[in-house]
């Protein structure tokens, strides 16, 4: 998969905070390869606006009015497939992060990460790769641990990497241990969620 891209990566952000969404405005219109295309304090208003159609990378609050993030996720699934949902939150909670992954988030974004991070895991998310934190591995392990490595059908790489990040280790350790980049650990994290949302038709998530 290509790491360049010839175009701005247009995004979308619903954020029911004007404040935040103002900031997050700041951070994106100060980088030339990220285009905002529409900025909106509902999943309603942006649902109802032109512009979904034309958006690469959704980024949604999780508590929002009206239409929750989830609910949102969902709906993007599936009328908007190929759009890339993002989780921008406070809230920390390792089921509910876990809730949106299943319900179809390619990752979340605490809103503590600082401004650098948060572009880099935007640009890391639009070429395959997803996030992942350590608590939330450790809750994927304990969830779904009898389907992890027999419905969801995770490679041995795949069962790695989520390990050894359960474990606490970074990125960049975990590429180091299986001698790969970091890059190709978050493509392969991606690759764990779209295994665990193929299949989560088949499980109840309380």
């Known amino acids: ?23 997050i405005e700041m951070i994106l219109n100060s980088e030339a390869d990220f285009k905002l295309i529409g900025s909106y304090s509902s999943c309603e208003e942006a649902f109802t606006s032109n512009n979904i159609p034309g958006a690469n990378l959704v980024v949604m609050d999780m508590r929002l009015p009206g239409t929750s993030g989830n609910e949102g ?18 809230f920390e909670d390792d089921e509910q992060i876990v809730k949106a992954i299943t319900a179809g988030a390619a990752g979340y974004v605490s809103k503590k990460t600082s401004a650098k991070d948060l572009l880099s895991t935007l640009r890391n998310i639009s070429i395959g790769g997803s996030p992942l934190t350590p608590n939330a591995a450790r809750y994927i392990l304990a969830k779904f641990k009898n389907q992890l490595f027999k419905e969801f059908r995770l490679n041995e790489q795949e069962k790695k990497i989520l390990q050894k990040i359960a474990s606490g280790k970074s990125y960049s350790k975990v590429a180091h241990e299986l001698s790969e980049t970091e890059i190709n650990i978050l493509i392969n994290i991606r690759s764990i969620y779209l295994k665990i949302q193929n299949d989560i038709n088949h499980l109840t998530i309380n």
Do not use: Q, W
Not at 6 to 11: E, M
Not at 73 to 90: F, G
């Open 73 to 90: 996720i969902k709906y993007l699934r599936k009328h908007h497939p190929k759009i890339l949902v993002i989780i921008y939150s406070a």
């Open 1 to 23: 998969m290509g790491t360049e891209r010839n175009t701005p990566i247009r995004i979308i952000l619903i954020e029911d905070n004007r404040f935040i969404r103002s900031g």
